[in-house]
Each structure stands twice: as C-alpha cells, then as structure tokens.
Nanobody, 116 residues
Framework: QVQLVESGGGLVQPGGSLRVSCAAS????????MSWYRQAPGKERELVAS????????DYADSVKGRFSISRDNARNTVYLQMNSLKPEDTAVYYC?????????WGQGTQVTVSS
C-alpha cells in the first residue's frame, strides 16, 4: 500500500521559516518525480515545486522562487520543502505528490498558516 505522509506544518509569523516533509512508503521512491502542491481556501490547488527522481533538477512556481527550496533524500524515501520569508499568502494546505508517468499518488496534506 502506497503512503505519502506529510509533516512539519504549523503556524509561523510573516518572514519566518518552516520545513515540511513527506515520507513515502510502498513505492520505488527513487523512480518518482516528487512535487509539492498547495491549496488555499476558495482557490484551486497549485503546483509549488517539483524535483526529478534523481534530484538533479528542480522547478518552482514564480510566486515562491527564491524563497522555497525542494530537496529529496532517496535513501530515506523523503522529500522536503524548505520555506523561507513566508508571507500570509503562503497560507494553505500543502500536499505531497508522487508521479511516475500516469501513476500519481497524493498525501493527505499538512496545514501551513502564516499569520502574526
């Protein structure tokens, strides 16, 4: 059974930092492209960042470039999203996504709230 379990969300002040993690099990993790998506209340889910299976290339939404960093540890079957200089508009549920061709898995999400 495939599981993607996010952790590390919480409440942080504007300008602060947070790192969310996604631990994968039940799949050949090193073969999958891993991504982070987010969904704010009343908005569509959007792609935040992606990383290739080998971790040698990353891509970011324009809104987070220079502030967020995605990384992965294939030995630990874990992908991370380091979020710096957080803004209130970054408030959302953050979802982990694993993709290999047409095979896609989602985590249950972790809430990130940026507020003073």
């Amino acid at each position: 059974q495939v599981q993607l379990v996010e952790s590390g969300g919480g409440l942080v002040q504007p300008g602060g930092s947070l790192r969310v993690s996604c631990a994968a099990s039940g799949l050949p993790f090193s073969l999958y492209v891993m991504s982070w998506y987010r969904q704010a209340p009343g908005k569509e889910r959007e792609l935040v960042a992606s990383i290739t299976s080998a971790g040698d290339s990353t891509d970011y939404a324009d809104s987070v470039k220079g502030r967020f960093s995605i990384s992965r540890d294939n030995a630990r079957n874990t992908v991370y999203l380091q979020m710096n200089s957080l803004k209130p508009e970054d408030t959302a549920v953050y979802y982990c996504n694993a993709r290999l061709s047409y095979i896609v898995y989602w985590g249950q999400g972790t809430q990130v709230t940026v507020s003073s």
